[in-house]
């Protein structure tokens, strides 16, 4: 299998922040940008390796700051790091004040998802070659990221024992 730049897998979505999506902050749902994460993750995993995925994991969203009702929220996708089946997918959160024109970082997150063979077993899938600095840098980290996942999947499934139904 070829191995694939981390731009093939870039995805971009813009939307508008409307009173409805916001809390009694004015600012946007936490859990409204988590499931906008998810849903641009998922079309980068699906873009890298062209088969269905499943979201193994949330590894982590730190809102960094508040997207206000009023502003934009763009959200970028690409495949950062990959293994055998898995793929580690980035996403930057950005908010734009479109009335001034500011943009800052709005939240950042790392998701973990698995692609799926036509019977629904994981399938194999290309690596990745980064090409910018940005891209160099969540490449080159992925490893140790992935690792910490590890051992965090088995310390909750041990946990998990311990859990009443």
Request: net charge neutral.
């Amino acid at each position: 299998m070829e191995a694939k730049s981390m731009k093939e897998s870039r995805c971009i979505k813009i939307s508008n922040v409307f009173p409805p999506d916001t809390n009694n902050h004015n600012t946007l749902f936490g859990g409204k940008l988590m499931s906008m994460i998810d849903d641009i993750a998922s079309l980068a995993a699906k873009r890298h390796s062209r088969k269905d995925v499943v979201t193994a994991s949330t590894d982590s969203v730190d809102f960094l700051r508040p997207i206000h009702a009023g502003n934009s929220v763009s959200l970028e996708s690409y495949v950062t790091f990959t293994g055998r089946t898995s793929m580690e997918v980035f996403v930057k959160v950005v908010t734009e004040d479109l009335k001034t024109g500011e943009k800052n970082i709005a939240a950042t997150s790392f998701l973990t998802f698995v692609a799926l063979d036509d019977q629904g077993n994981p399938a194999e899938i290309p690596s990745i070659f980064p090409e910018t600095e940005e891209e160099r840098k969540l490449h080159s980290s992925g490893p140790s990221r992935a690792l910490r996942r590890k051992e965090r999947r088995k310390a909750s499934s041990e946990w998990a024992q311990d859990l009443t139904l």
